[in-house]
């Protein structure tokens, strides 16, 4: 059996914001394509006990084939490189979409202030809804498509069951304090990265920092593109994952 494809997506999201590039691809590659809910958000509504990235990580490596591709999206591909470092068997290549292995911004990293972060967490317990939709504002923030970008990841969205509270509120955990640069410097695996230089929460600055941490890391940034690569420049983003793939 041919080594699958497997696409991971972010915080606040589920599986469908990949409809409209997966259609395309499949006729651009030759390798099977699987989508996967992230435990809790989706179809996917059984949250693991407790809702710690290690848990995450197993419940999903239990559905991926030996030797798959992950394509993780911002809180996706966090979870891709702890899943390649702990299921080795399971990995045999990552490729980060406006991710990183670690989100907030230091003194010497690159990242989204943890204030930001903060806040959502406190919005998040008054108006999930509202949260969710200002975490889209920013990710499409920049982007000469911001509007229409914002509309589809909407659709997407809201065509899958409401995320568990638990998902949420972790998952924000997870984007401010996981730290998986020391993991992501030993990894011998291929890792590659598709990133946008306008992207508010994963900045460009930062993929010189990751390609620092590994010299198996291989990144392309597109230039107008913002936090959802795959949807503002689709074209592009697809020719560089096939390179990639």
């Not at 395309?24 to 958000?41: A, R, Y």
């Not at 923030?141 to 997407?156: T, V």
């Not at 392309?220 to 690569?229: C, E, G, M, Q, T």
Request: charge should be negative; aromatic fraction near 8%; charged fraction near 20%.
């Amino acid at each position: 059996m041919q080594n699958e494809c497997v696409f991971l997506h972010g915080w606040g999201m589920n599986k469908n914001v990949w409809q409209l590039l997966i259609p395309e691809l499949e006729s651009e590659i030759s390798m099977p394509i699987k989508t996967l809910d992230l435990p809790g958000f989706g179809d996917d509504q059984a949250c693991p006990a407790p809702y710690n990235l290690a848990n995450v990580a197993n419940e999903l490596a239990e559905k991926l084939s030996d030797n798959s591709t992950l394509v993780g999206w911002s809180l996706g591909g966090l979870i891709s490189l702890y899943i390649a470092k702990h299921h080795p068997k399971k990995v045999a290549k990552v490729i980060l979409v406006a991710s990183t292995p670690y989100f907030t911004e230091q003194d010497t990293w690159s990242g989204i202030k943890p204030d930001v972060l903060k806040a959502f967490m406190s919005q998040l317990s008054a108006n999930t809804n509202k949260t969710i939709d200002r975490f889209l504002a920013i990710q499409a923030m920049g982007s000469d498509s911001a509007k229409q970008d914002i509309k589809q990841l909407k659709q997407f969205i809201k065509s899958a069951p409401e995320p568990q509270e638990v998902a949420l509120r972790t998952g924000l955990d997870f984007l401010l304090n996981e730290d998986l640069r020391t993991l992501f410097s030993e990894l011998t695996i291929p890792l590659h990265g598709i990133f946008g230089a306008l992207d508010a929460l994963v900045p460009a600055k930062a993929v010189a920092k990751i390609q620092a941490l590994n010299s198996n890391f291989n990144a392309h940034v597109i230039n107008k593109a913002s936090h959802a690569p795959f949807i503002s420049h689709k074209s592009e983003f697809i020719k560089e994952l096939k390179e990639m793939l």
